[in-house]
């Protein structure tokens, strides 16, 4: 079988790229202070000089006091840090490369110590981990509205400073997909309930996110059924229920 169409360019409305192949984030942790710095812009530069399509970079946290759960993992908020993935971006696009941010929370994944502020606890749904073991705090309306407004201004930023997408991290057990699992999502308001009334939280990101960046920038989601805390976890059990989970974030603006 060839595989020749992995080479060959493709048009993602209005993303243009040179091939099919995309480079996934891989958290590397080698950001001290949550700066990108001259490491950063060699590595991400390497990938484009050797004719990557689509470059995503590692998670970057939003601007939520509790969206960090890694030390030296960098920021997409703060004018040093900004500036530090300017320098990425502009490196790549030097190299001719294409180039999309994670953004992330981490959820209630986050352990109390960890930077910015070790006082802070874990933010999640309800107040859990996984089902059947707390962690952190539920969070609350204001809370909610915080953290929607941390992804739609790290994806202005993004924009602002050069980047080609952004992708909004929805997958392997972290905030936004606590919200998604049943496991962890035991509230009883409109962010809790069915698998659409799940959605809820992803789907305000979204729209607000589609509504600072404009109609035509990229808005890429990711998504997995298994969980870092259930292998074996299950968001949609058919692709009839994969329709339904997926309609609503395609509706807000992915």
């Not at 890694?70 to 490369?97: C, I, N, Q, T």
């Not at 962690?135 to 915080?146: R, S, T």
């Not at 924009?159 to 606590?178: P, R, T």
Request: charged residues 20%.
């Amino acid at each position: 079988m060839s595989n020749s169409p992995l080479f060959d360019p493709i048009e993602l409305g209005p993303l243009s790229l040179k091939n099919r192949i995309v480079m996934a984030p891989m958290t590397r942790t080698f950001s001290p202070g949550n700066v990108p710095n001259d490491l950063n812009v060699a590595y991400y530069a390497r990938r484009a000089e050797n004719e990557v399509g689509l470059i995503i970079t590692e998670g970057t946290t939003v601007g939520h006091k509790a969206a960090n759960g890694y030390a030296r993992v960098p920021f997409m908020h703060g004018e040093e840090s900004l500036a530090g993935w300017k320098k990425v971006v502009d490196a790549v696009h030097a190299k001719g490369g294409k180039i999309a941010p994670q953004l992330w929370h981490v959820g209630s994944v986050r352990k109390e110590g960890i930077e910015p502020d070790t006082s802070v606890p874990g933010h999640s749904p309800s107040g859990l981990f996984k089902p059947g073991r707390e962690n952190g705090v539920a969070m609350n309306q204001q809370d909610i509205d915080e953290v929607v407004e941390a992804f739609a201004q790290a994806a202005a930023d993004a924009k602002a400073i050069g980047f080609d997408a952004v992708e909004v991290h929805g997958a392997h057990g972290y905030l936004i997909d606590q919200f998604f699992w049943q496991g962890t999502n035991q509230r009883d308001d409109s962010y809790g309930g069915d698998l659409v009334s799940r959605t809820k939280f992803a789907v305000e990101i979204v729209k607000a996110i589609r509504a600072r960046v404009g109609a035509d920038f990229p808005i890429i989601f990711r998504f997995s059924q298994w969980k870092q805390q259930d292998y074996d976890a299950r968001l949609a059990n058919s692709p009839e229920e994969l329709k339904t989970f997926l309609t609503p974030l395609v509706e807000a603006g992915v």
